[in-house]
């Protein structure tokens, strides 16, 4: 069922976000293709991504209480594969592939992403091996032309419109 | 806040799912672009869906206490507008678009999905106007070959490899 079910997944297209967080739990990041929207109402929109729970973000996250969602854009592979741990780097040396700036909660927020979530931790749901984290959305931004880097198929795509 | 936050998220790229249900609570059935894997481990792999509390298919999956999360393939487009509601049809007439099966589950599934996912609900969050389903798989099914519908800048896309 292990290796089906990820087969399977592996079909699913997913853009990928750095999820980091910095504070008194320690600054960590990791990628994700684990983000979606949650709410858009009342109070404020929210989002989750999906973190193993062994991951040294998770217990940063966990004691911060805040997090943000950095979307990627199509150029930015080399900052999905810093903080996928494919460059052999760990920890906050990590961040050295680009520039940041402190988003309101603390979090690291880059320079230039394709858009970034910068959230308070909400909900916590601890799932078999991972952990369900949502946020409240405290600020957002978006550039204003450029499209996402896509996980597909286990490689590096991109979306291009159909038809 | 809201309409920064839409933009933001216009720019990931989702994949498309039909998420279904029957059972006592009625057959339903919605077009979804949050479904992600949550884990792999113990006890059974895992994955969640985010609906909208008013949907009809939100009240179904809580009494079914079951969903098949379908993933769609870039050709299979007419099936996510049925299902978005695009094409005007209500509760089970949209299965009219496509030739279904019962999964083990009882949920329908897609004759010839690009994957599907049968599962059975373990966890439902509220968070503001979505519930989170999280969903232990019993089955799983995956194409051979194919690509999957994408959804990205409020149009639908497909995936193309870097390089």
């Not at 999820?19 to 929207?37: E, L, Q």
Request: net charge negative; hydrophobic share 40%.
């Amino acid at each position: 069922m292990k290796s089906e079910f990820l087969q399977a997944m592996s079909k699913a297209a997913n853009s990928v976000c750095v999820v980091t967080t910095d504070g008194i739990g320690g600054k960590a990041g990791m990628t994700v293709s684990a983000m979606t929207s949650v709410s858009v109402d009342t109070p404020r929109p929210s989002l989750l991504v999906c973190i193993h729970g062994q991951a040294s973000a998770c217990d940063a996250i966990r004691t911060n209480r805040a997090f943000c969602a950095n979307l990627l854009a199509e150029d930015q592979a080399a900052i999905s594969d810093s903080f996928a741990g494919r460059t052999g780097k760990k920890g906050a040396e990590r961040f050295d592939c680009a520039s940041w700036h402190a988003a309101v909660t603390g979090s690291p927020v880059l320079d230039n992403p394709l858009a970034a979530f910068d959230c308070t931790l909400v909900h916590d749901i601890l799932v078999g091996s991972h952990r369900i984290f949502v946020g409240e959305v405290e600020a957002v931004r978006v550039a204003e032309t450029g499209a996402p880097l896509i996980y597909f198929d286990r490689q590096y795509a991109r979306a291009t419109p159909q038809g």
